[in-house]
């Protein structure tokens, strides 16, 4: 190509190669600003951690209260003369070897105890295994059995016919297991059959306190993220209908809540600037180079509400812990449809908005972590006093805020019991 | 005695910053942040957002500088997170949608240029100062802008343009055409009035 030519590209590149544009120290604080911004408070955690732990200690002593000595009795031997007479009717065909005495420790082992002479070893050899030794003074007792190394304590652990408490591992009371069984019966089946999900509807009532996300790309406008945190929230309501489907302590659930957050911003400072132009060589302005800062304060209330349309899915596992008492937990996921707000921010440019449309994700997706206490005031209604942490699940890819809220809620439930 | 770090070379100067010395982050700041600053202002259309997308950019460069491998020159490596910064802040803050010019595109073909004479005399350009550039660039509409300076200036192929802004390879090519064909109009425009 002609070497008095040069293409529009490469002229524009060599123009623009060492092209800078004065900085300041403000630019620097700012960055300072934003990279010492505090990490995502734990609060809402610190919060949850005390209430499991004070519940599990709570759902302790209140099993420990049921779960008085004499409650149940274990007979480690079936044999005994009381037991035989409670033998219902239908059991009576149970073979006679159950009758026997288990084998138990001798007070002193030793080979000559063990009497393998009654049978004919070579006679059988073929046809049937050797037969088990035996202890020669086996005495009939109520005592332990002892197997060698495995405790009976260690093998009724291990036997799932025993109810047990999960996490803390005692056995359920049986009256609270018939209970139980009862009031888990579904009414649209037939009487007895108690293993199929028991339907149940509950109004839900509350409030929530709420926290902003403030996305990590608006943490460089230093204006934005003091006003965003300025402000604070209010308790705000939640309203709303889930329908539930339980099987025994299991419990799975969704409905349709309403959302309303709440914030509120008493004072909070803007920064106001002037500028001055940068002209080219004919004059003409093509940008403005902004200096001198100075403080204004805004001592005006404002108050800010994001409502949402949440459709909560939830597991949630029951333990019965009196007659008429109920603890419970539960996981699950909630999407929530945010309605357009308009309120207070602060644009890009460091001006104050009183009207615009303010930048929340539309589309969000919750965790959920919750414990409830439930007490039934009649076989069919309950009232529900429940806590619940929701925690954004998903980035914020559009630089958008997002809400976190501890929710504090009470439910009315309606159970189809079966009478 | 403090730690002076003008004599430090780069990788010291990243360790330095990695670990959060804020002589070092100063360090790191004095050398590049006019130089991104400029780069940031050919993308944005005010000065401001220019200076707020360079604010950005530098906190992402040291929350991301553990990251860095050293495949590229630290300079090269920060001029893309401030296009990245740059072009977000731009299309969060404005309007911003391209479409293909069915008639620059059937003139394309395959090639990645028009037909027509894209060479200026070197004596009309060397006219040209830096301000003149930068007017000319910043006179161009939002799309013929944004990809003229990543295709001509920063140099991105238009596949990397396309996936930066969510165009088609075809859109990229129509815009840096009509880019071209515009700036060049405006020049030869310029030197007839003058």
Same mark, same amino acid.
């Given at each position: ?7 529009i590209d490469?002229?524009f590149r060599?123009?623009?190669? +060492? ?33 499991? *732990? ?15 000595? +004499? ?13 035989? +007479?409670? &033998? ?61 190394? &495995?405790?009976?304590?260690? *093998? ?31 009414? *649209? ?49 939640? *309203? ?72 909560? &899915? ?76 929701? +925690? ?28 | ?24 982050? !100063? ?23 220019? !200076? ?27 001029? !893309?997170?401030?296009i ?28 990645d240029e ?29 799309g013929y802008r944004i990809v003229f300076n990543l295709y001509a200036i920063d140099g991105l192929s238009h596949r990397d343009i396309a996936?930066q802004l969510?165009?088609?390879e075809?859109t990229s090519k129509s815009q840096l055409a009509r880019a071209r ?14």
């Open positions: 190509m002609n070497k008095d030519r040069k293409h490469d002229l060599e123009k623009l190669s +060492g092209f800078e544009l004065p900085t300041s120290d403000k630019d620097f604080e700012a960055i300072q600003l934003g990279l010492k911004q505090p990490k995502k408070k734990r609060f809402f955690l610190w919060l949850i951690i005390p209430a499991l *732990l004070l519940s599990i200690g709570a759902s302790r002593y209140l099993l420990e209260t049921f779960d008085a000595p +004499g409650n149940r009795t274990v007979h480690t031997n079936p044999a005994t003369p009381e037991d035989i +007479g409670e &033998i219902p009717a239908s059991d009576a065909s149970v073979p006679e070897d159950h009758e026997l005495p288990l084998p138990t420790k001798p007070a002193e082992f030793s080979s000559t105890d063990l009497n393998v002479g009654s049978r004919n070893a070579s006679d059988e050899k073929d046809t049937a295994p050797p037969a088990a030794p035996v202890y020669s003074d086996a005495i009939q007792t109520n005592e332990e059995p002892w197997n060698g190394l &495995i405790t009976l304590a260690f *093998l009724k652990r291990l036997d799932r016919s025993i109810a047990r408490w999960p996490l803390v591992g005692m056995e359920i009371p049986d009256q609270l297991m018939e209970q139980e069984q009862v009031w888990n019966q579904n009414p *649209l089946l037939p009487n007895g059959r108690n293993t199929r999900f028991k339907p149940s509807v509950e109004l839900i009532a509350g409030t929530n306190l709420g926290q902003q996300l403030i996305p990590p790309g608006e943490s460089s406008n230093p204006r934005y993220r003091e006003f965003k945190q300025n402000e604070r929230t209010s308790p705000g309501l939640q *309203l709303g209908v889930q329908a539930n489907l339980s099987k025994m302590r299991n419990e799975f659930s969704s409905g349709l809540l309403y959302n309303q957050y709440r914030f509120h911003n008493d004072n909070f400072t803007i920064l106001i600037y002037d500028s001055i132009p940068f002209r080219n060589t004919n004059g003409d302005t093509i940008a403005w180079i902004r200096r001198n800062y100075r403080d204004s304060v805004y001592a005006e209330r404002q108050h800010l509400s994001y409502r949402a349309i949440s459709i909560p &899915i939830q597991y949630g596992y029951n333990y019965k812990i009196g007659s008429n008492w109920w603890l419970g937990a539960s996981i699950g996921l909630r999407s929530s449809f945010f309605l357009p707000t308009k309120g207070a921010s602060i644009d890009s440019r460091g001006s104050l908005r009183t009207n615009s449309e303010i930048n929340i994700d539309p589309i969000q997706l919750n965790y959920m972590l919750g414990m409830q206490l439930r007490y039934a005031i009649d076989p069919a209604i309950s009232l529900g006093f429940k806590m619940q942490y929701s +925690g954004a699940l998903d980035s914020q890819p559009n630089g958008a805020i997002r809400i976190n809220d501890l929710n504090f809620q009470m439910n009315l439930r309606y159970e189809w019991y079966h009478r | 005695m403090s730690k002076t770090w003008h004599l430090k070379d780069e990788r010291e100067l990243i360790d330095g910053c990695i670990k959060g010395n804020v002589k070092a982050q !100063r360090e790191l700041f004095d050398r590049f942040s006019g130089k991104m600053l400029g780069i940031c202002f050919r993308y944005c259309t005010n000065l401001e957002d220019a !200076r707020d997308a360079m604010q950005m950019g530098f906190i992402k460069t040291f929350n991301l500088l553990e990251k860095f491998k050293g495949n590229s020159k630290l300079e090269t490596w920060m001029t !893309r997170i401030m990245n910064t740059a072009i977000d802040l731009f299309k969060k803050n404005n309007r911003f949608e391209l479409y293909d010019d069915p008639q620059v595109v059937n003139q394309l073909g395959n090639n028009v037909q027509e004479n894209l060479y200026l005399d070197t004596a009309e350009s060397d006219e040209l100062t830096e301000q003149d550039i930068l007017e000319l660039i910043n006179e161009l509409p939002d996936a969510g165009i088609s075809g064909k515009l700036l060049k109009h405006k020049i030869l425009s310029r030197e007839i009035l003058e």
